[in-house]
């Protein structure tokens, strides 16, 4: 971690695009003013670590149900009563053919 000491009015440069300044010194206060392009995002990192949590909490949600799903998918949920009724294999004989049954 870089350590600096600056004074109101005083300024560092991040990368060649962003201009960190302390605006104001009130107490344990420091006020800091940001100029930096439109595509890159800042945030407190208070704010930053509740979006990291909350990410990471969808994620944990959509594998739960990501294994309950495809354990669901391989399952056959069906109620045995709500199943149609299955036709017996039955072996015929070739008609063609006597058999002890068609004499």
Not at 12 to 32: P, Q, S, W
Not at 62 to 80: C, E
Request: zero cysteines; charged letters at 35%.
């Amino acid at each position: 971690m870089l350590y600096l000491t600056r004074k109101v009015g005083d300024s560092v440069i991040i990368d060649d695009n962003i201009e960190v300044t302390v605006v104001e010194v009130r107490g344990k206060t420091v006020k800091l003013g940001f100029t930096f392009p439109e595509n890159i995002q800042v945030l407190r990192r208070e704010l930053y670590d509740r979006i990291q949590d909350e990410n990471r909490s969808a994620t944990a949600s959509v594998d739960l149900a990501r294994i309950f799903n495809s354990r669901d998918d391989d399952a056959d949920t069906t109620p045995a009563s709500d199943k149609p009724a299955r036709k017996a294999d039955v072996k015929r004989g070739d008609s063609s053919k006597n058999t002890s049954e068609d004499q």
